[in-house]
């Protein structure tokens, strides 16, 4: 499962040739169902309580990487931090078993980039198996394409880390079964792997289609308790999107985010620096429960009923018509030109998609002009500039 690392070359809109294939590669994605199947492998083997506490550690440990690193400094630059911080950062999260940084950080950007539009990498429009784990199984998004991620991409330290990102999840393997046996590594390392996995799955698969929407986006995140305590605080989705940049995905007291609070402490420390809280006089911006138009939730509901409709008419136009006196009438020339064209079957086809581009177009008017301040707090002078912030 790993990728290799590329830089384009040639024109941006290759041919349909030489596009990648959106397919499952099953025969590299053994080793992906061989992690699965390891831990089973605990019934034939002494485990203890410390091997049950090992997964329990690595689980937490390494899921702070992923959210801290891969997520919030390699993929929006949240925070700062220095050289040998970052690639400590960048190490540790190549121990998850989730790719390089390079990687993991540069398709999260075109998930943001394009958040449930053609272009997203792993939009649950494309089902459920596709947004949780199907995008990784394909040979679509094998490679690392550093065009996305040129910032982190200039550092040859990560380059090196990233052609050679077994390294960490090996060394750690090794670690666990040199101290604690086979119990340590069925359990502490593979089964806290799995877990990892799918709980980091989970933020790209359930937090599109579960939970609730607090602000207006142009996607359907949405916010969920239950993920966010599986994550350390990455179930905060529908106000990640909102504000991308900023460090805080709970925006409210409530809202756990552990991630956030060992950040903090690492500023304390001056371990990191620069964190990016969200802009108070934005938190009540965009809110759906102050008539915001849900611009987001519009889009998915229309095309999925245009979907439907659209279906139905290519089903009807290919349906024989029965002969009528008008129809069994010969074609002369005035049925000829503009009349006959207007008769082709994908005519109605082409009528609905004109339709829903318009109406899309439409909803996006409506939505930018509703995205306002609540009344009665400060700051609805700058209502402006909340589209302007939440696509950082």
């Known amino acids: ?24 590669d099953w025969v ?18 002494e485990v203890t309580w410390q091997d049950w506490l090992l997964c329990a550690v690595l689980y937490v440990t390494r899921m702070f990487f992923i959210t801290a690193g891969y997520h919030r400094y390699f993929s929006h630059r949240s925070y700062r931090m220095g050289r040998a911080a970052q690639f400590l950062m960048a190490f540790g999260g190549t121990t998850a078993l989730q790719k390089g940084p390079l990687w993991w950080a540069g398709h999260h950007r075109l998930h943001h980039r394009y958040s449930d539009l053609d272009g997203d990498v792993h939009s649950p429009r494309d089902g459920f198996w596709w947004s949780h784990v199907g995008w990784i199984l394909s040979t679509k998004y094998k490679t ?33 079964l040199l101290i604690g046996g086979w119990g340590a590594l069925l359990i502490g390392f593979f089964l806290s792997t799995v877990l990892l996995w799918h709980g980091t799955f989970l933020v790209n698969s359930m937090t599109h289609l579960f ?18 305590l599986i994550t350390g605080g990455e179930g905060w989705h529908n106000n990640h999107h909102y504000l991308p940049a900023s460090v805080r995905q709970g925006f409210t007291w409530w809202e756990y985010d552990p991630t956030w609070y ?43 009923a245009a979907k439907v409709t659209g279906e139905r008419i290519a089903d009807l ?12 009438a010969p074609i002369g ?49 700058r209502a402006s500039e909340a589209s302007d912030h939440a696509s950082e």
């Open 317 to 328: 136009s290919a349906r024989p018509m029965a002969p009528s006196a008008e129809a069994s």
């Open 1 to 24: 499962m790993n990728g290799a690392i590329t830089e384009p070359a040639g024109s941006s809109n290759p041919s349909e040739m030489d596009r990648p294939v959106d397919r499952t």
């Open 28 to 45: 590299a994605a053994i080793p992906f169902f061989a992690v699965h199947l390891a831990p089973l492998a605990a019934f034939f083997v």
């Open 262 to 304: 060992v950040l903090r402490g690492l500023a304390a420390i001056h371990v990191v620096s620069d964190l990016k809280d969200p802009p108070a006089r934005l938190l009540d911006q965009a809110r759906v429960r102050d008539g915001a138009f849900d611009i987001g939730m519009f889009r998915s509901y229309w095309e999925r």
């Open 211 to 228: 939970g609730r929407r607090r602000y207006a986006t142009a996607d359907t995140s949405r916010n969920s308790m239950i993920i966010a």
């Open 144 to 176: 690392t394409d550093l065009t996305t991620i040129k910032d982190f991409a200039a550092y040859p330290e990560l380059r090196l880390l990233e052609r050679f990102q077994w390294v960490g999840p090996w060394a750690l393997a090794f670690g666990c």
């Open 333 to 381: 020339p005035a049925a000829t030109g503009e009349d006959a064209d207007a008769c082709l079957p994908d005519e109605p086809l082409s009528t609905l998609s004109g339709l829903i581009s318009r109406v899309l177009e439409s909803a996006d008017q409506l939505a930018a002009s509703t995205r306002r301040t609540r009344k009665g707090t400060k700051g609805s002078s």
